[in-house]
C-alpha cells in the first residue's frame, strides 16, 4: 500500500492523517499567521512508539511524506520546514 495523506478540516484547525500498511498517524494542525500557512503538531516520540507502535527511526520518513504532501495537495506555492515538534508551511517569499 502507497502511503496516503488525508486532512480532516475543522474551521481554523483540523486533523492531518497518514495512512500506510501498519495503519494511521492522526496529528492535528492549526492554521498560521503571516507568512507560516499552518502548523502541523508532531507526536512526542513516546506517542510515536506506544500509542502508534512505530519505531523511532521511521518518524522522520513519514514526517517528510506528510509535509511533502501537505504542500502538494493543500499549499502547491509554499515550503516547509520540519523541527522537533512542528511542521510549518510559509509561502514562498
Known amino acids: ?5 488525508t486532512f480532516i478540516s475543522q474551521g481554523r484547525a483540523g ?3 497518514y495512512h ?9 494542525y492549526e492554521f498560521g499567521g503571516g507568512d507560516c500557512v499552518a ?9 510515536w512508539i506506544n500509542s ?4 523511532p527511526e521511521s518518524k522522520e520518513a513519514i ?5 511533502e504532501e501537505t504542500v502538494r495537495q ?6 516547509y520546514r520540519m523541527s522537533e515538534k512542528f511542521i510549518e508551511i510559509f509561502t514562498n517569499p
Open 20 to 28: 500506510d500498511e501498519i495503519g494511521s498517524v492522526r496529528m492535528d
Open 74 to 79: 493543500k499549499a502547491p506555492n509554499c515550503y
Open 15 to 17: 486533523i492531518v492523517e
Open 1 to 5: 500500500m502507497k502511503p496516503r495523506v
Open 52 to 55: 502508534w507502535h512505530r519505531s
Open 39 to 47: 502548523f502541523i503538531f508532531l507526536p512526542s516520540d513516546t506517542a
Open 63 to 67: 514526517m517528510r511524506v506528510i509535509a
